[in-house]
């Protein structure tokens, strides 16, 4: 039963920030790149950032780059999104996903249960 479990959601006002934390179950995470994704109401999924397997690579979206970074610890099996700076704009459920390489090809092969990040007044 190979989960990712997600955490560190929540309410926030704009120009606060949150750490999300994905969190592999039943399997290692340091085989994969991990990504982020998030969707918005009524919106596509998008990629947010990714990071290769040995944390030696990332990549942004231009719409948090220099505002949120991706980072893991392999010994806690563990991923994790800081979000700085947050904007009304990155209000969606955020879903953290397996890739199916140990680069970030763009193919998940696992997905997360998602965890809803609000950015309000």
């Known amino acids: 039963q190979l989960q990712l479990v997600e955490s560190g959601g929540g309410l926030v006002q704009p120009g606060g920030s949150l750490r999300l934390s994905c969190a592999g179950s039943?399997?290692?995470?340091?085989?994969?790149?991990i990504g982020w994704f998030r969707q918005a109401p009524g919106k596509e999924r998008e990629g947010v950032s990714c990071?290769?397997?040995?944390?030696?690579?990332?990549n942004y979206a231009d719409s948090v780059k220099g505002r949120f970074t991706i980072s893991r610890d392999n010994a806690k099996n563990t991923v994790y999104l800081q979000m700085n700076s947050l904007k009304p704009e990155d209000t969606a459920v955020y879903y953290c996903?397996?890739?199916?390489?140990?680069?970030?090809?763009?193919?998940?092969?696992?997905w997360g249960q998602g965890t809803q990040v609000t950015v309000s007044s």
């Open positions: 990071i290769s397997s040995s944390g030696g690579s990332t």
């Open positions: 996903a397996a890739d199916r390489k140990d680069y970030c090809s763009g193919y998940v092969v696992y």
């Open positions: 039943e399997f290692t995470l340091d085989y994969y790149a």
